[in-house]
């Protein structure tokens, strides 16, 4: 079929997408900015809440993607309005004429070093999620000191739920991810303090609870809620982490090893800017805007173009990919259709 | 400690210094407790840096003690402030500069709010004509007065005597910045470096040769919290705070303590007297204080002028340990001769605090 | 010198500072201890709250924050009734809990 | 008859003598200390009951039937009371007739009474035939047979306990095993050597015949020394162990039914009455099938056999663990041939614990409680505003409190049947102290009897009406309460319908009642609960009941056992209950009633609700 499908972002919602195409007998295009395939996911080590190797996924991923046309290192250089298509210009000079495109743009990472008062950038032990992930998989980075890690710390609700930082919304993947990212350290690091400062603990999927249970009990986190509102560097370079310990109501403060940002999820530039070039309306939560968030999150309010995964609001991996089918399904009626 | 990470948010913190013709105001208190800083300022400023900086004597109190301690309504305070603005404006100036943090801050949190609710502006424009028949322009600029100085700290340090240097060790001496609350934590892009990582009095004691340190408790108050001090029953509070800071910095063994505001080094200086008085604490070498100086004071004595024509005999935590190691040349007998060489008297030495 | 005023203690927890030994020794006793996550069922369910304040929520809270006194002026008047364990929805042991920690923490407690 | 030997003596008597001798003067001194452990008012009342006649025909009574004839176990089981009766009654016989041909043929004993009954075959030689000498022939075979057909019994139950109605029993311990071989190995080898010598002793149907055979084989007397040898040798062996074995309980116990005849309870963990106890136990293994942990492979080594067995040890660790896991459900109590009291030993061992601190109830003020349930007292004073009639205190308890429906069922039916009753502990009361006691916790448990005391008896009631068991139980074993009748709602709910207060229409569903430990076992109410449910409809009942009931698995009693580790207790129970496929489950506990709740495939009910729902205001 030489129907042209354009999809928008080479991460696991695109991938999956474009598998799921390839199988309905479509050869998708598949844009992709950075050098390599599986957006986040693939910076990603293990994937809650059984300890999925992320590699693996995106690997699946990508192997069953491969017949696809892939555009490594692009980007949309701009699109053109036609009468009942676009014209897209890449940054490679290719351009191509189509009238269904998949935008699959996903999320960026908060910016943690906008958190000015917790130090990320600043201070030698202040590490992201993201950077752990990246420990987990490479075992290098200088901040993370195997040899004297008596106390770890996580803080919740960075860049989440926080109207300075410009984001009021709930990142909603970054409770579990602070809770298995616990007890991997805890798993390294079997006689460190471990602390969670939490504000709320959002658990709701499918077997989050056991995995909290579990970090609790078998690995003895100890969870406090309160967000921390300062860090700070004493003399032998360790950080000082305060926060309100609100089931005391009394404040609270720990020596720490490492202390790690739980950054939450924001709509990525990218994503903006698609929205700019096709005129695409985004929520009030910032990120791209469904035709209903309730009974049609797919579908964007124009016609031919699709949405899966994170470009409109925080998503898991499984409600990704979901998400990815059914973009898939939905796209392929919609060929037939015409 | 990644210096660099700082130096980033220090650029996202920048803000314009007009280079000339100020309009200064004074703090009220200040000029009680460290009556020399206010006058090296001018002097400095007219003197050396040869800048048109206008004062005059009908400004008042900016009414933020009193707004702070709750006892006058936010209107009153701002039309004393939009009265202190129409004298800058009859004066023919449009930058504003104050001495006093609380002030600073009083300023801008006035024409922030006037920025959000216009209305409010107007209502104080005609409390003001009611009450006084004056009339005001916001001014241009709003500094405080050791912006200026960080402006200038360089051009300072070009013609400065003595450097921020241990002479008997060669080591830059450690020093503390302490920064006013209200500079820059309501409105971090009104303060240079921000209300994280303040860059004003870094600048300073970078340019002049000293050494920062970041001690855990570095972002809090001097213990002065209005509400804390001026209430008796609360003072306990106020010392606890001061207390707080210096345990945290105690491990750092600092040489002194650099502050830009009216209350901090009046209560960093006169609570380790306490502290001591009480708890048999001290935290300088040998049984002395820490000093704390102002940002004034500092530039005076790097610039070369007699510790006691600045007015430091008026510290409490003796500061020839501190002249000593900069080397800078004092007479013991000359510390408490008043200008006209009139002695001034000793005060009474503290029980536990060495003070000379 | 009396000024009229003084230090105040500082009401702030340090975990730095907090004994984690004894409380290590009481999850040993009682591994449940770990699961509490401070839903205080078992303090509105508790007769003798109205009493002592007893909340074996504030008790698990209390030891590991360094507060065995205030705990155990707590666990005064527990009457070991064991309604707390009955409605706690984590299945914590509280009975057990209860008589662990008057086992192991003693009346000597800062 | 005759001597054959000058001497009256043979080497081979020394392991028996010597064993004897050992296992007298033990048991001797044991006697004497367990004595002198009583506390001073229990060992007056012991010697007391010693020589009143009422309680020494008693004593004897229950020496006979329990000790030999193992009534307790015949009920249970007839071939596991044969087996246990055949070897001790057995036993028992050869020695009586074995002294008393003894007396009969010999003069002269001396040091010779020491082991001429049990070998006398060996030093006599037959003379005459008489009527009586056959006799005695004829009963000491006779006895032997019925010994020997008992250890071959005890044979098979080692490998197929299930014939003997057992699922499970203990694992002997190496001492044990020596104990249970020397004392299998006793009887047939008391065979061989007096069939060995039936030639010459003369003999009954077994030796005799058995010596027939012999001499076909083997017709040299010199075979006859061995086999003396090893039958004084075994009996030697058997003696030195004993004391170490479960075979002290055969001594112990012929001490421990005096002790309990004379009202003596236990007060010492380890020592006196509890020591006595703890010996007795013969490690039958009945527990372990009662046990409702059972149910958990994991508990088996945690029943009552195994909490004697350790105490004999000394093993502080196990005791400890085994002590608080129990659930204090008392069936191993009720079931036990020998009267092992595992819930109060366990208790027992569980007051000795060191704790740091504990309660302190004197901020507590009673007079504020009872202005909370004051309404039979006058305005300002203590005196009662109705005298004559009946006023009843509702104490519904800690539990009733998370099952509100049982409180106002409870308080529908006081109302229908017109009783003026107040309730106690409306917005939470003060614990009963039954939960303390449990955990052994005496002084704690004391001063809320004492608080609840003072709030009851200023409360002006009559009567104190308790939803639950748990309270039951220890508002009658351990409060004072003068001049006020402490009932359980079921017996008072019985009494309201046989006295006609109460009118209940009889309708179709079956019930099964489960008998709540503390009501059943613990305060013998079983009957009353029955006939109310009998009155509101069809009473079915489980496969266990009344005293062998199992546990729900909820109860207080246990201070260890985690929530997910009663499931299967639970489940247990509720499969008891189902047996006769009942509509409703009915209980008459607060605790059991959540705990079934929780699980059941079908309604639970108190009994309370069920009478509700099915009576309206009495004639009377």
């Not at chain 1, 809650?48 to 949309?76: C, H, Q, R, W, Y």
């Not at chain 2, 860059?199 to 001690?215: A, F, P, Q, R, T």
């Not at chain 2, 029953?233 to 010392?239: D, E, I, P, T």
């Not at chain 2, 007699?306 to 000359?334: C, F, M, R, S, T």
Request: glycine content about 8%; charged content about 25%; overall charge positive.
């Amino acid at each position: 079929m030489k129907e042209n499908i354009v999809i928008i972002g080479g991460g696991i919602a695109g991938l999956e997408a474009a598998c799921q195409l390839l199988d309905l007998g479509y050869k998708p295009i598949i844009i992709e900015k950075s050098d390599h395939l599986g957006g986040h996911v693939a910076d990603w080590n293990c994937l809650f809440p059984d300890m999925t190797p992320a590699g693996d996924i995106v690997s699946a991923l990508i192997s069953k993607a491969a017949d696809a046309n892939i555009f490594l290192n692009t980007e949309i250089s701009f699109v053109n309005k036609l009468q009942d298509s676009y014209n897209i210009m890449l940054s490679n000079g290719i351009s191509i004429i189509t009238r269904i495109m998949l935008v699959t743009t996903g999320f960026s990472v908060f910016d943690a070093s906008k958190k000015e008062e917790y130090g990320y950038g600043v201070y030698d032990q202040v590490i992201t999620n993201k950077d752990l992930e990246h420990w987990f998989n490479t075992g290098d980075d200088r901040r993370v000191n195997d040899s004297a890690m008596n106390a770890i710390g996580f803080v919740h609700c960075v860049g989440s739920r926080d109207e300075k930082a410009r984001n009021s919304q709930c990142s909603k993947v970054c409770c579990i991810t602070a809770v298995k990212q616990a007890i991997e350290m805890k798993q390294k690091f079997p006689e460190a303090m471990v602390y969670c400062f939490y504000m709320d603990l959002r658990m709701f999927g499918k077997k989050y609870e056991d995995f909290y249970i579990s970090a609790q009990r078998d690995y003895g986190i100890r969870f406090i809620r309160g967000r921390v509102s300062e860090v700070s560097e004493n003399i032998d370079g360790r950080v000082i982490v305060k926060a309100e310990d609100t089931l005391s109501g009394k404040p609270v403060k720990v020596t720490l090893d490492l202390l790690v940002l739980m950054a939450g999820m924001v709509c990525s530039q990218d994503s903006t800017k698609v929205a700019n070039m096709i005129k695409l309306p985004l929520d009030s939560d910032g990120f791209l805007k469904s035709a209903d968030n309730v009974a049609d999150i797919i579908d964007s309010p124009k016609e031919g173009i699709f949405y899966a995964g994170a470009c409109t609001g925080p998503k898991t991996v499984p409600e990704t990919l979901a998400e990815a089918r059914a973009a898939a399904l939905k796209i392929h009626l919609y060929i037939m259709k015409k | 400690m990644i210096y660099q990470g700082k130096q980033k948010i220090w650029a996202d913190y920048q803000k314009e210094i007009p280079d000339n013709h100020w309009f200064y105001v004074r703090s009220c208190i200040r000029q009680n407790f460290f009556p020399g800083a206010e006058k090296m300022f001018l002097e400095i400023c007219r003197g050396l840096l040869k800048k048109d900086i206008f004062e005059t004597e009908h400004h008042t109190t900016c009414g933020g003690i009193a707004y702070h301690c709750d006892t006058i309504p936010q209107e009153t305070v701002m039309t004393i402030v939009a009265r202190q603005f129409a004298l800058m404006t009859e004066a023919g100036y449009e930058n504003y500069v104050a001495s006093c943090i609380t002030s600073f801050g009083n300023y801008i949190e006035i024409l922030e709010t006037w920025k959000e609710f216009p209305e409010l502006e107007t209502r104080i424009r005609e409390m003001l004509w009611k009450a006084c028949k004056r009339e005001f322009n916001k001014p241009k600029y709003v500094a405080h007065a050791s912006d200026l100085i960080y402006k200038y700290r360089n051009e300072i340090a070009a013609r400065a005597k003595f450097r921020l240097v241990n002479r008997f060790t060669g080591e830059p001496l450690k020093v503390v910045e302490h920064i006013g609350c209200h500079y820059a934590k309501m409105f971090p892009a009104r303060g240079v470096g921000g209300a994280e990582y303040p860059y004003v009095l870094c600048g300073m004691i970078e340019s002049w040769g000293g050494n920062v340190i970041d001690y855990p408790e570095r972002r809090h108050c001097c213990g002065y919290g209005f509400r804390q001090y001026h209430v008796k029953a609360n003072r306990g509070y106020s010392l606890s705070n001061t207390y707080k800071k210096f345990e945290s910095m105690e491990p750092y063994h600092p040489d002194f303590i650099l502050t830009n505001c009216p209350g901090c080094p009046y209560f960093m200086d006169r609570w380790q007297y306490v502290i001591a008085e009480t708890e048999g604490k001290t935290y300088g070498e040998n049984g002395y204080g820490i000093p704390v100086l102002t940002y004034e004071e500092l530039a005076s004595l790097v610039l070369g002028y007699n510790p006691w024509d600045i007015g430091l005999q008026l510290h409490q935590v003796a500061v020839e340990p501190l002249l000593d190691k900069i080397g800078i040349e004092y007479d013991p007998k000359e510390k408490y001769k008043g200008l006209n060489e009139k002695d001034l008297m000793r005060p009474e030495l503290p029980g536990v605090l060495r003070c000379c | 010198m009396d000024f009229g005023f003084k230090l105040s203690p500082s009401s702030a927890i340090n975990l730095d500072k907090v004994d984690t030994e004894k409380f290590a020794e009481l999850h040993r006793a009682e591994p449940d201890v770990y699961k509490c996550m401070a839903c205080g069922s078992c303090t509105s369910t508790c007769p003798a709250n109205r009493f002592s304040g007893m909340s074996v929520r504030k008790v698990i809270l209390g030891l590991q924050r360094g507060k065995e006194k205030e705990v155990i002026a707590m666990m005064k008047n527990c009457m070991l009734c064991g309604k707390c364990s009955m409605v706690c929805p984590r299945g914590i042991n509280t009975r057990h809990l209860i008589l662990s920690i008057c086992r192991i923490y003693g009346e000597d407690m800062k | 008859m005759r001597e054959r030997f000058l001497t009256g003596y043979n080497d081979f008597v020394l392991p028996f003598v010597c064993g004897m001798l050992f296992v007298l003067g033990y048991c001797l001194v044991g006697l004497v200390r367990i004595i002198m452990q009583l506390p001073a008012e229990d060992r007056k009342k012991f010697f007391i009951s010693l020589i009143t006649p009422k309680t020494l025909l008693k004593n004897i009574k229950d020496i006979f039937l329990k000790c030999l004839i193992h009534v307790d176990i015949w009920k249970r089981n007839k071939l596991l009371g044969y087996m246990h009766s055949s070897i001790a009654f057995g036993w028992f016989m050869l020695i009586v007739v074995g002294h008393i041909e003894v007396f009969l043929y010999t003069s002269d004993l001396g040091a010779k009474a020491l082991y001429y009954p049990i070998f006398f075959r060996y030093f006599v030689a037959e003379t005459e035939s008489t009527m009586k000498g056959a006799l005695i022939f004829f009963l000491m075979d006779f006895f032997l047979l019925v010994v020997l057909s008992g250890i071959a019994l005890a044979i098979i139950k080692r490998v197929r306990s299930r014939l003997f109605g057992m699922r499970r029993t203990t694992n002997p311990s190496f001492l044990d095993l020596i104990g249970q071989y020397s004392l299998w190995s006793i009887f047939p080898l008391r065979l061989l050597a007096e069939s060995f010598t039936a030639d010459i002793s003369g003999g009954s149907f077994l030796t005799k015949s058995l010596n027939y055979v012999f001499t076909e084989f083997l017709s040299n007397h010199a075979n006859m020394l061995p086999a003396w040898w090893a039958y004084s040798c075994a009996l030697g062996i058997f003696f030195v162990v004993l004391p170490f074995t479960r075979y002290m309980h055969i001594p112990t116990e012929i001490l421990l039914i005096p002790f309990r005849n004379a009202g003596i309870k236990i007060v010492n963990a380890r020592k006196g009455f509890a020591k006595a106890q703890v010996y007795s136990c013969p490690s039958c293994g009945l527990c372990i099938d009662a046990c409702p942990m059972g149910v958990l492979k994991g508990n088996i080594k945690d029943t009552t056999v195994y909490l004697n067995r350790q105490i004999r040890r000394n093993n502080e660790a196990r005791i400890e663990e085994i002590s608080d896991k129990c659930l204090l459900c008392g069936k191993c109590t009720a079931i036990c041939p020998v009267g092992v009291e595992g819930d109060k030993l366990r208790i027992a061992q569980r007051s000795v614990r060191k704790y740091n601190f504990g309660s302190d109830y004197s901020n507590i003020s009673a007079s504020e409680e009872i202005l909370r349930c004051n309404k039979f007292v006058n305005n300002n004073n203590t005196s009662v505003s109705n005298p004559d009639k009946e006023r009843v205190l509702y104490f519904a308890g800690c539990m009733t409190a998370l099952t509100p429906v049982i409180r106002k069922a409870t308080e529908s039916i006081l109302s229908k049947a017109g009783t003026d009753y107040e309730i106690m502990d409306r917005d939470g009361g003060i614990c009963c102290g039954r939960p303390m006691l449990m955990a052994g916790r005496f002084d704690q448990a004391r001063q809320l009897i004492e608080k609840n005391t003072e709030i009851i008896m200023g409360s002006g009631a009559d009567t104190l009406l308790l939803s639950c068991p748990i309270c039951y139980k220890i508002f009658r074993e351990h409060y004072a309460l003068p001049g006020i009748r402490v009932i359980h709602h079921t017996e008072y709910f019985d009494e309201l319908i046989r006295t006609g207060r109460l009118d209940v229409r009889k309708g179709g569903t079956r019930y099964v009642f489960h008998d709540p430990c503390e009501l059943g076992r613990g305060c013998g109410v079983y009957d009353e609960p029955r006939n109310v449910i009998s009155s509101a409809g069809e009473l079915v009942e489980a496969a266990k009941n009344r005293k062998e009931s199992i546990c729900c698995g909820g109860s207080l009693g246990s201070l260890t056992l985690s929530f997910d580790k009663r499931k299967a207790m639970t489940e247990n129970a509720l499969a008891n209950l189902t047996a006769d496929s009942p509509d409703e489950i009915v209980t008459a506990c607060p605790l059991c009633m959540t705990t079934f709740s929780r699980y059941a495939d079908r309604p639970v009910t108190d009994i309370a609700q069920v009478l509700d729902k099915c009576s309206g205001p009495g004639r009377n």
